[in-house]
């Protein structure tokens, strides 16, 4: 299965590397290796960092805390401390580096671990959830759909988390619910 770039965030679309298939839930990090190619797919880059089993399972637990803040967020739910503090720890972690290029300089951020990636990640998790843009972060209005967006539509508006799959679904439902009901 392909990954999904949905989100219009990068947390978000991190959650989103976990999704329900026809009943069961499916992981698509299931190696260090897949965890490197969504890194790099995310990002457009084409990093070559070595990573390993523990970053997977550092992975999957940033996971959990982002898609229980996510949860709890559009709820209005505050936060769990335990959340906040993940994150943060792995926020902290990001460092920039000075690069030099031909004649100038820029700033990057250091991505030569697993731990550097995470970071990213916390990083752009944390600016979000303390960002304007919050009020625009969704749950999929599916109940079975387990992914989330930043709703970046002009209008708000937008429901689904994509209208090819869910949206279409519902779509095809309420055709069904209204020809039932005649
Ligand atoms: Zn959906």
């Known amino acids: 299965m392909d990954f999904l770039f949905i989100g219009n965030n990068l947390a978000s679309d991190f959650v989103n590397t976990e999704v329900v298939g026809s009943n ?5 990090l ?23 089993d523990k970053d997977l399972i550092d992975a999957k637990e940033l996971r959990s ?3 229980r803040a996510f949860e709890r967020a559009v709820e209005s739910n505050p936060l769990l401390q335990e959340d906040i503090d993940l994150l ?6 990001l460092v920039r580096v000075l690069k030099s290029s031909n004649d100038s300089y820029k ?11 995470l970071a990213r990640i916390a990083t752009a998790c944390c600016e979000l959830l303390a960002s304007t843009k919050l ?9 079975k759909c387990i992914l989330y967006f930043v709703d970046t539509s002009k209008n708000q508006q937008r ?14 439902r309420k055709h069904y ?6």
């Open 24 to 28: 069961d839930r499916i992981d698509l």
């Open 30 to 52: 299931h190696s260090p290796d897949s965890l490197l190619q969504w890194f790099n797919a995310a990002c457009s880059d084409s990093l070559s960092v070595k990573l390993c």
């Open 65 to 67: 805390s982002i898609r």
């Open 88 to 93: 943060n720890e792995r926020s902290n972690m």
């Open 107 to 117: 700033l990057e951020y250091r991505l030569d671990s697993g731990a550097d990636l």
């Open 135 to 143: 009020k625009s972060l969704r749950k999929c209005a599916s109940d």
């Open 159 to 172: 429901q689904w988390c994509s209208m090819e799959t869910c949206g279409n679904r519902e779509k095809v």
């Open 177 to 182: 619910d209204k020809t039932k009901s005649r």
